[in-house]
């Protein structure tokens, strides 16, 4: 209704509980219906002693078939977790913020362009740390990463877009110009076609 009423584009992204056994399951349906308004993957749920590597196999027949993949590390794990999201695939990560604990692997992710997925409160939440000053989106944005401000779980942080990114400009002394590349970041890196893509952009100014 979205989409047909605003200027929105809208897309499913599939989740995963990594801790449960249907991930090879999913995975297979997101296949099945991939350009029936699904555009990606993505697995959640615990990250510590359930790596992604765990669901090489479902992640391997995703990337075969042009399923993008965003999977969640780097919160409830440290850079590890990252890692191992990397090494399966994934250009976007869920969160990511712990990344700035390993200074190469941070490096890495800038260079290759690996998109953050931040929610600030979110993050507060899980002990990522103790205040908006304190989080690490600041430090991530200083080194170049690619991040992006998002609301997470709306029921359980009981927040808007909005609201994370005035928390955020009050924190690091954010201007327009910065708000306005963190939109940008986030279309170029959405999961849709090109032309989509190129759409979003355009109206972002």
Same mark, same amino acid.
């Given at each position: ?11 499913? $992204?599939v989740?995963?509980?990594?801790? !449960? ?9 997101v296949?099945? +219906?991939?350009? =029936?308004?699904?555009v990606g993957?993505d697995?959640?749920?615990? #990250?510590?002693g ?16 042009g ?10 794990d440290g850079?590890?977790?990252? @890692?191992d999201?990397l090494?399966?695939?994934?250009t976007?990560?869920g ?9 190469? !692997?941070?490096a890495?992710v ?10 600030p409160?979110?993050n507060?939440?899980?002990? $990522?740390?103790?205040s908006?000053? #304190? ?16 609301t997470?779980?709306?029921?359980m =942080?009981?927040?808007?877009?909005s609201? #994370?990114?005035r928390h955020?400009?009050?924190?690091? =002394?954010?201007? +327009?110009?910065? !708000?306005? @590349?963190y939109?940008?970041?986030?279309a170029? =890196? ?11 952009l355009?109206? $972002?100014h």
């Amino acid at each position: 209704a979205a989409a047909q009423g605003y200027q929105v584009t809208t897309g499913l $992204i599939v989740s995963a509980m990594r801790h !449960l056994d249907r991930v090879g399951e999913v995975a297979d349906a997101v296949v099945a +219906r991939r350009g =029936s308004g699904v555009v990606g993957f993505d697995l959640a749920g615990p #990250e510590a002693g359930f790596p992604a590597s765990r669901h090489a196999a479902a992640l391997a027949r995703l990337r075969s078939a042009g399923v993008p993949l965003t999977l969640h590390a780097g919160e409830g794990d440290g850079p590890a977790s990252v @890692r191992d999201a990397l090494d399966q695939g994934a250009t976007r990560l869920g969160h990511g913020v712990r990344v700035v604990e390993d200074p190469e !692997l941070l490096a890495e992710v800038v260079a290759r362009g690996v998109c953050l997925e931040v929610a600030p409160t979110s993050n507060l939440q899980t002990g $990522i740390a103790s205040s908006y000053a #304190e989080h690490p989106f600041g430090r991530l944005d200083r080194a170049g990463a690619l991040v992006t401000v998002n609301t997470d779980n709306r029921l359980m =942080s009981q927040t808007l877009p909005s609201a #994370e990114l005035r928390h955020l400009r009050d924190a690091f =002394s954010l201007t +327009r110009d910065d !708000l306005l @590349r963190y939109a940008r970041t986030a279309a170029a =890196s959405a999961f849709v076609a090109d032309a989509d893509r190129a759409a979003l952009l355009a109206r $972002i100014h």
